[in-house]
């Protein structure tokens, strides 16, 4: 299976990949855990130029187009081929991600973005995507809490305000509504224990209902 993580900024995604990855291989899965943007060496490169805070400016469809550049080489290097030797792949974001940021957040055609994402991704697509589910104050509340050390340009940025980030959790909550039998949705807002829990009854359901890919 390919499962995705995916919610707004402060969500706690990268926390609960790590649980949840852990919870699987507990279960007896083999599981591969990786993250957009980022990887693969190319990826991590981009990473750092997407997020970095002393970035230069872009436009949002450059920054699509940097997002889709990284999630080509993560899935021809890591993910496909995970797939293919049996395995589960867990990510952290993907390309719903540049569909809620760069479309509903920053304004560009949702369908130019969904073609660009599905040349970059040779038409793959999850099996099944949680989004941890966060109110654009409550999640930005917890990113500054972590130091502006830990803040990423998209959180930063002048352009980024609060009413960005509320269009953004809109959007996941938009394409989740549009394909509730692949969403998952958690309320991100409780403790981290009570967010991982929910996250492991969806996954428990997978396992036991989803087959696998052969």
Known sequence: MFVTLEGPDGAGKSSQALALAERLRTAGVDVVLTREPGGTALGERVR???LSTDAPERTPLADALLF????QQLVEEVIRPALAAG???LCDRFADSTIAYQG???GVDLDA???LAAVATGGLRPDRTLLFDLPGEAGLARRAGAGSAELTRFE???RHDLRFHQRVRDGFLALAAAEPERWSVIDASADASSVTEAAWRAVEEWLQ???RRG
């Open 48 to 50: 750092e130029l997407l």
């Open 68 to 71: 889709n550049a990284a999630r």
């Open 87 to 89: 395995r589960w792949v």
């Open 104 to 106: 509903y957040g920053a």
């Open 113 to 115: 973005l969904r073609r």
């Open 156 to 158: 930063l940025a002048e």
């Open 209 to 211: 209902l989803v087959p």
